[in-house]
């Protein structure tokens, strides 16, 4: 079930998906904030996606939100501060599996695609344990006029965690979300002690379990009339910009 709703309403059920505008929108350039972060609590305790002005990355986990800045390093984030863009859910368990030592992200991919009972729903994911290895980035606050994606990643720092433990948390969206979100897998880091992260873009595991929540409810809520978005072109296919900014 979908809803586009046109204008804010609590939302409390479980195994629901909420979205705050498109990564579509995104890519175009359109960073100004559309929820706060205090709004956005109610509708889940777990998610990823970033701050207003495209300032670094968004992690949600057990009910708290931090901001990682560019440097890495990860705060508590102000309930008044906006997102541009952000998926949440209240994560329930619905099935766990231990991962073996040494999976890499591929790996991790095609070992979940074959557990998970379809590839046509939306999946929280959510992966605690110790790792040998995670390189992670997060990017820079933007000023306005503000630049597309693509070009805001140039700039990525990027870093490395070794011998971590930490949770990777995030989501798999089914390939017909395309231009809504991200089809496949979207994955950020918060480190144990919760001052550390960013957006993952590769790892090892050393000892870590994998707990999924499926998810078949999918909630979008839209920038208003006064954004960027009721202006810019969402027509145009950015699949080949969106592969080089994951990776």
Known sequence: MIWFPCRHYTMTRKGTLVQVSTMGAVLNGVYDGVLSIGALKEYGDFGIGTLERSDGELVGFDGNFYHIKVDGVAHPISDSIKTPFATATFFDVDHKEKL????????????????????????????????????ARSVSRQRKPYPPAIEVVKNQPIFEFNDVEGAIVGFRCPAYISGINIPGYHLHFLTKGKDAGGHVLEFKT?????????????????????????????????????EKIQS
Do not use: H, W
Not at 100 to 122: C, H, W
């Open 100 to 135: 073996s030592a040494g999976m890499d992200y591929k790996q991790l991919e095609r070992f979940l695609d074959e557990v998970l009972p379809t590839s046509n729903i939306f999946y929280a994911i959510k992966i605690e344990g110790a790792f040998s290895c995670i390189k």
């Open 206 to 242: 050393e000892e870590a379990v994998a707990s999924l929540d499926y998810i078949s409810e999918f909630l979008m809520i839209l920038p208003g009339k006064d954004s960027d978005f009721y202006k810019v072109d969402l027509a145009r296919d950015r699949q080949g910009e969106l």
